[in-house]
């Protein structure tokens, strides 16, 4: 069965620190995708990924291909960041539907 | 400019009316997407086109009925509407489909519909 599951289900931190939100998926995939629910509701895609390692401003994605698991790392976190954080894998065997996580949410006090 | 527009962002509508929610993308990407997002936040796919045609119809009620004018638009029509339709709906697109490697997806801004 296609699974995603991510870690932890919420999270609170103090303005700067560093961020790291898990995902574990059950069975191999093709790419894995790290979404943002920004509290309006809208979602944007944050990255895909297959292999390795991605970085874009303080966002830094990483995937272990043999762990079947994906890191989502924001440093100097800062209020703006909070939202929701969705993983999303796309599974080998999963007729190229994305399989969602249940998310994190994400909370920065300043 | 928007890259995915859904509209309306907001949509509040009796039981057993019929709505629809339109999602047009200036992209020039072949394919597109509904998703629901129930109200834990659990996002699922309801449908996917490609060029038009039809190639994801997950187990979805058949009061829901996608069409697709064109490549750019693929609105979600729903009859009979119920409670339990009461949801966010996101529609999506990417180049190709996800299933090709380095295809990312594209999300419109939601949807949500309230059924009193």
């Known amino acids: 069965k296609n699974e995603v599951e991510q870690s932890p289900q919420n999270l609170t931190a103090q303005e700067g620190e560093f961020i790291t939100i898990n995902c574990s998926y059950s069975?191999?995939?093709?790419?894995l995708h790290w979404l943002q629910q920004h509290p309006g509701g809208g979602i944007v895609s944050l990255f895909m990924l297959s292999s390795g390692k991605k970085k874009h401003g303080r966002l830094i994605a990483t995937i272990n291909i043999q762990e079947k698991h994906s890191s989502l790392h924001i440093t100097a976190s800062h209020p703006r960041d909070s939202a929701v954080y969705i993983c999303?894998?796309?599974?080998?065997?999963?007729?190229?539907?994305?399989?969602f996580g249940t998310g994190t949410r994400l909370t920065i006090i300043p | 400019d928007t890259a995915v527009s859904q509209t309306p962002k907001y949509l509040v509508t009796q039981m057993g009316n019929d709505k629809s929610i339109k999602c047009e993308q200036n992209l020039g990407h072949d394919t597109m997407y509904w998703y629901k997002q129930d109200s834990k936040k659990f996002l699922k796919i309801m449908f996917s086109y490609n060029n038009k045609e039809l190639i994801i119809n997950e187990t979805v009620p058949n009061r829901f009925s996608p069409k697709s004018p064109d490549k750019a638009h693929l609105n979600l029509h729903i009859n009979s509407l119920e409670l339990g339709d009461s949801a966010v709906y996101f529609c999506?697109?990417?180049?190709?489909?996800?299933?090709?490697?380095?295809?990312?997806?594209?999300f419109g801004q939601g949807t949500r519909l309230t059924v009193v």
């Open positions: 999506a697109s990417s180049q190709e489909n996800l299933g090709q490697r380095n295809t990312e997806a594209f």
């Open positions: 999303a894998g796309l599974f080998i065997f999963g007729n190229e539907k994305l399989t």
């Open positions: 069975v191999g995939i093709s790419a």
